[in-house]
Every structure is written in C-alpha cells, then in structure tokens.
C-alpha cells in the first residue's frame, strides 16, 4: 500500500499571503489529522478531520483551516502567512476516528520570509 | 489539558548497548500511547504502541512499558545499532471526545556510536 502523500514538499512564501497544502491518506483511511512541527514548540495539533467533518481542533488561530473531501483527501490553509508559521506541517492518516494507529507523511516545509 | 513529558533529550549510548527513554503524562482518561522515530528529513515513523490495558508490549528488539498508576511510558530498544540513531517522541492520546489528537513529548535524540 502507498502510505501518506503531501504536496507540496517545500514552499516559500512571502508575509501576508496565504498557502494550501494538501494529503492524500493511506488508501481505505478515513481520518486525516495535521500537525505544525517546529523546533520550539515541537509537534503541536491542528485539527482532525473524519468522513469530511472537523472532529477536533488545536489551539491555533482561525488563520489555519481545513477542510476534507469525499475521498478521505484532505487540504489545509494558512491564510495571512506570518513568520512564525515557518513550520514543517505534517499530515497523519488513520483507518479510522479514535485511538487507531496514526501514520505520517514526509510532511511539507513551509518558509515564510 | 494533556501534556506528556520526555526524558531524556539527548541520549548517547555506544551500539550493542540498551537505551531506555521514558515519559509521563497527566491525563489519567488517555489510554493510547505510540512511539515515533524520525529521521533527518522525514515524517515521524509509528514503531511501536501500547493501549492502558496493557502493561508490556514487545516487537523484536524494541519494548514498551505502561505503569498507568504511575502515569509514565517507556521505550526501550535493546542492541542498540547505528540505524537506530534518530529522534524519538513518545505521544499520549485517548480522552472521549479527542478523537484521534495525539500530544507529543519534545522528543529525545538517540545517538548510537559504533
């Protein structure tokens, strides 16, 4: 089985303007989370998304969205990038919502200057 | 909420040798705990996990122990071989309503030196 995909890799972006990043989960995997890897603050939570529904969210601002289609695939959006969102952004696919097994992807690299 | 805490944060042992890295947390409801390893320019690998009605799992050279009384979780991975140098997190999640939300320890940087 393919496990998790993220696109892009890497990404620079300028103050201000915002980005989507996007997971394609281990196939037959309902549950997408995301999480914000960063070398202070380490691996913190952003939300979980199960059958197109945020089920949880992280203590993050409403700038960081996301949303999940029909086919378990999922987007994330950081509007009004800020320095500080420099971040690698990683997705976690799960067969399921609950305490199953969780599987990351290689994660995206977002720097903002 | 949950906060999980992971000792050591850097851990050098010579390879052959064992290497034990341990974490608490405060959540008494969590109930689920895995292990990461991540390497330089990937994503955290699931290695091993533990649910709370267990107190000891194994998987060839790695180990977990759980003493849910105690509150704290430990890894351990016997004849310790260079490939095992990575950056480990231990992570605790399980309270109704949190659905999948894992909260990780800061992580331990595990050094095998041949």
């Known amino acids: 089985k393919a496990g998790v995909t993220q696109t892009p890799r890497y990404l620079i972006k300028t103050r201000g303007q915002q980005v989507t990043l996007s997971c394609s989960p281990i196939?037959?995997?309902?549950?997408v989370s995301w999480y914000q890897q960063t070398p202070g603050q380490g691996l913190q939570f952003l939300f979980e998304?199960?059958?197109?529904?945020?089920?949880n969210k992280g203590n993050f601002p409403g700038r960081f969205s996301g949303r999940q289609f029909s086919n378990s695939r999922s987007e994330m959006n950081v509007s009004t990038l800020e320095l500080g969102d420099s971040a690698l952004y990683l997705c976690?696919?799960?067969?399921?919502?609950?305490?199953?097994?969780?599987?990351f992807g290689p994660g995206t690299r977002l720097t903002v200057t | 909420g949950e906060n999980v805490e992971q000792h050591p944060s850097t851990l050098s042992v010579q390879e052959g040798d064992s290497a034990v890295i341990k974490c608490t947390y405060s959540?008494?409801?969590?109930?689920?705990f895995p292990w990461y390893k991540q390497e330089l320019g990937k994503g955290p690998q699931l290695i091993i996990d533990?649910?709370?009605?267990?107190g000891e799992k194994k998987d060839q050279r790695i180990a977990v122990t759980l003493n849910k009384t105690a509150k704290h979780f430990s890894l351990h991975i016997t004849e310790t071989q260079p490939e095992d140098s990575a950056v480990y997190f231990c992570?605790?999640?399980?309270?109704?309503?949190?659905?999948?939300?894992?909260?990780f320890g800061a992580g331990t940087i595990l050094r095998v030196k041949s």
């Open positions: 533990i649910r709370s009605n267990v």
């Open positions: 992570a605790a999640s399980g309270r109704p309503g949190y659905g999948n939300k894992l909260v």
């Open positions: 976690a696919s799960s067969p399921l919502a609950g305490q199953y097994e969780q599987y």
């Open positions: 196939s037959g995997h309902r549950s």
């Open positions: 998304y199960f059958s197109e529904t945020q089920r």
């Open positions: 959540d008494s409801a969590s109930n689920y």
